[in-house]
């Protein structure tokens, strides 16, 4: 049984540690809603994949990487709000992801797994293309670090000190389109953004600095993952929220140390 169980956690386990970082600049920008955006978009990425016969993975990372590099340009060249801009792209993806997806053969579509994730269905597959993802994103955070952190405290200082601010939000959208579209498949599409959001919000309440707010991050993605997995094998719950629901008991005893 432990032999079957190794895929899923060392898959999740990447994934935990990726997140956290990830997770820390969703909330030090505030890009919740935009996180919320590309997940429900993901969805159109599955009914691309079934319908066109090709891996799901790659269309679904095709669509969210469509998806920020839209949500990039609009930004700059509009007279309308971001949160409406998120607002429209977020419904109206997942309204025609749903039906594109009740348009495609349905029984080659499991929309709950989509939906709330199966951690524990993982595949060699899923943990290659999780290993790649997080080799990406590390790197790029890794070798950016400082600058992302400028940027996320004053764009403007960020930008006079030389920092390419255009190009690094671009950056960072796209490394948060690509975690989504690799953990759709094993968190679900409807709590990829509080995987990133709440471990973050959690570390909040012990760090001192950024990194030990990201490295912090990442174990309390860890810890989370660990429960869920846990109470997922011996309760038969859903995985996904389950480690999701692991993460929230975690935020609120952060919160009860941050209260004086």
């Not at 899923?8 to 820390?24: D, H």
């Not at 340009?73 to 109206?92: A, E």
């Amino acid at each position: 049984m432990l032999e079957l169980l190794m895929v899923p956690i060392f898959t999740g386990l990447l994934l935990a540690i990726i997140s956290g970082p990830v997770g820390c600049f969703v909330v030090w920008r505030r890009m919740s809603q935009f996180g919320d955006t590309l997940a429900h978009s993901a969805l159109l990425g599955v009914a691309i994949g079934i319908s066109a016969s090709i891996n799901t993975n790659v269309s679904i990372g095709l669509v969210c990487l469509t998806i920020a590099l839209l949500l990039s340009g609009v930004k700059q060249n509009s007279d309308i709000s971001n949160d409406t801009w998120l607002g429209v792209l977020s419904h109206g993806g997942l309204a025609l992801s749903l039906v594109c997806i009740s348009l495609a053969d349905s029984n080659q579509i499991d929309l709950y797994g989509y939906l709330f994730g199966d951690l524990l269905a993982a595949s060699w597959q899923d943990f290659e293309l999780m290993l790649a993802c997080s080799l990406i994103i590390g790197i790029f955070l890794w070798w950016n670090w400082s600058s992302l952190v400028s940027m996320c405290l004053n764009e403007d200082l960020a930008q006079v000190e030389g920092v390419s601010v255009a190009l690094l939000r671009v950056g960072l959208m796209l490394s948060i389109a690509l975690l989504t579209a690799m953990a759709m498949k094993l968190v679900g599409a409807l709590l990829i953004t509080a995987l990133l959001i709440i471990p973050a919000a959690a570390a909040r309440a012990f760090a001192q600095t950024p990194s030990q707010m990201a490295i912090l991050a990442s174990l309390i993605a860890i810890a989370s993952l660990i429960l869920g997995m846990i109470a997922s094998y011996f309760w038969d719950l859903a995985t996904g929220p389950a480690i999701v629901t692991a993460a929230c008991i975690i935020f609120a005893l952060s919160r009860r140390r941050a209260t004086p």
